[in-house]
């Protein structure tokens, strides 16, 4: 019997384990699905010695949904065009990651700090995340 787990609409992205768990497979199946059946998969650690992965989650719970988008209606869905800034607490939760890799994140980015909250243009965002794409091809 399937399981049902509610999840935050606030989540964009999961990790190796959310879709190792949705999808009942080791690791080393998800790093294959990479390869072959996921598309909308991206590396936030490119370049880096280990892989630091994160997974689109509307593409892990329904992919026929999301298996014909482009890279551009993908970064509208999740990066509105009308959103001219993301500010750090969202970078957070929607990447499952934490502030210092927040941090590391902005100053890549060129990130503003307003407030005490770290701001990163959308534009440099979807840029960022084009160059850390490495799923299958649509």
């Keep these: 019997m399937p399981k049902q787990i509610a999840i935050s609409d606030r989540t964009v992205f999961v990790d190796v384990n959310a879709v190792r768990a949705a999808r009942g497979c080791s690791t080393d199946k998800v790093n294959e ?61 929607w990447f499952l990651v934490t502030r210092t890799t927040v941090q590391k994140i902005g100053r890549e980015l060129g990130g503003v700090v307003k407030k005490g909250l770290l701001h990163v243009e959308r534009d440099r965002l979807a840029t960022w995340l084009r160059r850390r794409w490495i799923g299958s091809s649509p």
Excluded: C, Y
């Design 33 to 93: 699905l990479v390869d072959s059946e996921l598309i909308w998969v991206f590396d936030l650690a490119q370049g880096k010695r280990e892989k630091f992965l994160r997974f689109w989650l509307a593409e892990i719970l329904d992919p026929h949904a999301t298996a014909r988008l482009t890279f551009d209606e993908v970064m509208t869905k999740i990066l509105p065009a009308s959103r001219k800034t993301v500010n750090g607490s969202e970078i957070a939760q």
